[in-house]
């Protein structure tokens, strides 16, 4: 197979572990065969400083151009600091998805058993965790009307969604669930805003042509805790875009780490394939960033966009060895895990190689 693959590594640590991300998929080509062709293109706090445009034009046409993006993370503490800031990374990241019409991110949130003791949440209740999220992408407070008024004392974000953007996050739910345990859990805030009455509306329209599907409507909140209680009773979840930012991120204790959690960004086009952390600048530099997520970034890279199930297969085992192993970088590291067993990103990167 001869594809092209866009590397956009980003800020921060999303260099570093982009680079291992990188690395894997040029040992999976050797050993299986195939042929991938590498581009880079710049997005973010460096794009900034090189163009003045966090999403340079000549990076989104080499978007449209590839088969598939790696992607690292973008963001800077100096726009942290300054909420006036009229350019900012995390406008690159926004206007990626509306322009490559990425609408759906899917975010598995799976836990390799030797990782149950590195989550604050108890093992028992942990073993067994397997779950996928679908978050849209492209709607919601996240790209609606925002602004001030009265002297800039009342800001406001609106949150918007349309029936069609609805549907089509779901369908892809619904066709998701009918691959693993037939259940599909639509997460709102219907008893108090519009978006989320409309959101139901739809999914429940949709659940009579999936009679195989047994579908669940959570409230956002009550679903944030049983994330974290029972977190075996969700399989697919669906929800919207600042509910699935949220509820995301809480996941990632349960792998361990977010270190460890690997998404995908889909819509009818090019995909485009990261870690769910951010860029990191307090661990920058360092050498000590866990790659895993973005390897599995990689392992979700050739499953998805290029229907590489074996080779997607080979990354993830290659990762379950290296955790039997022992190995670990410190974000995952405890207590019982020696000094010598905790390895910098490139270091742990090259045990993966090794066991692909």
């Known amino acids: 197979m001869k594809k092209n693959i866009l590397i956009v590594p980003g800020d921060g640590i999303g260099q570093e572990v982009t680079e291992v991300g990188k690395k894997v998929l040029i040992k999976i080509a050797e050993k299986f065969g195939h042929e991938f062709i590498y581009d880079e293109a710049l997005m973010g706090h460096v794009a900034i400083e090189a163009t003045g ?5 000549e990076t989104l046409e080499k978007m449209r151009a590839s088969d598939a993006i790696l992607f690292g993370a973008v963001g800077h503490p100096k726009y942290d600091n300054d909420p006036t800031a009229k350019v900012r990374p995390e406008q690159g990241l926004l206007k990626m998805r509306k322009e490559l019409g990425l609408y759906a991110n899917l975010r598995p949130i799976k836990l390799f058993d030797e990782l149950l003791g590195a989550s604050s949440i108890k093992p028992e209740i942990l073993k067994g965790s397997d779950i996928l999220f679908f978050r849209e992408l492209t709607g919601d407070i996240y790209f609606g009307e925002k602004g001030r008024k009265n002297n800039g004392d009342t800001a406001y974000d609106i949150a918007e969604y349309s029936r069609y953007e609805v549907e089509r996050i779901a369908r892809r739910a619904f066709e998701a669930a009918r ?13 108090v805003l519009e978006t989320s009455r409309l959101w139901r509306e739809v999914v429940q329209a949709l659940a009579p042509e999936y009679p195989d599907i047994t579908v669940e409507h959570q409230f956002v909140d009550s679903a944030a805790m049983m994330l974290i209680k029972d977190p075996r009773r969700f399989d697919v979840v669906v929800t919207a875009n600042l509910f699935g930012d949220i509820l995301t991120d809480e996941a990632s204790q349960i792998a361990g780490s977010m270190g460890m959690l690997a998404s995908a960004s889909v819509g009818d086009s090019t995909g485009v394939y990261e870690p769910i952390h951010g860029s990191g600048h307090d661990i920058t530099g360092m050498g000590v960033a866990n790659p895993m997520a973005s390897v599995l970034s990689a392992a979700l890279l050739l499953d998805i966009s290029f229907g590489l199930k074996e080779e997607s297969d080979a990354i993830i085992s290659a990762i379950e060895q290296v955790l039997k192993a022992g190995f670990r970088t410190r974000d995952i590291a405890d207590s019982t895990t020696a000094p010598e067993m905790i390895l910098g990103t490139d270091a742990i990167g090259e045990e993966i190689l090794k066991r692909i």
Request: hydrophobic share 20%; proline share 11%; with cysteine.
């Open 53 to 57: 445009n966090p999403l340079p034009d």
């Open 179 to 191: 691959t693993r345990s037939k259940k599909l859990c639509s997460v709102d805030k219907a008893n």
